[in-house]
């Protein structure tokens, strides 16, 4: 059993900042890659960053240059840094995680429940 939980959300002014934390708990054994994902009503989601267990990070192009990823996959934690946040940033997140269990080495893919940040403009 693998769980990811969310955390810091919430309602920010359009230029400010917010800082999201991931802690996955669980039968790990290697975490391979985390990220976020983000999704609005009426549309798919979508990438906002991935990073691998060698630090090796990837951004989408709306937010290169505004939000970091950092992880510490020693802790099973995940942040996303997010700067300069813009109203089109309004959207649910969720913590992605590819991994492998403990007890057969099985790979896997497990997802958050997400959390709501909110930009005002």
């Known amino acids: 059993q693998v769980q990811l939980v969310e955390s810091g959300g919430g309602l920010v002014q359009a230029g400010g900042s917010l800082r999201l934390s991931c802690a996955a708990s669980?039968?790990?054994?290697?975490?391979?890659?985390m990220g976020w994902y983000r999704q609005v009503p009426g549309k798919q989601r979508e990438l906002v960053a991935t990073?691998?267990?060698?630090?090796?990070?990837n951004y989408a192009d709306s937010v290169k240059g505004r939000f970091t990823i950092s992880g510490d996959f020693a802790k099973n934690m995940v942040y996303l840094q997010m700067n300069s946040v813009k109203p089109e940033d309004t959207a649910v997140y969720y913590c992605n995680a590819d991994l492998h269990t403990r007890n057969w080495f099985n790979r896997g893919v497990y997802w958050g429940q997400g959390t709501q940040v909110t930009v005002s403009s």
């Open positions: 669980g039968s790990i054994s290697v975490i391979n890659e």
């Open positions: 990073i691998t267990s060698s630090a090796a990070a």
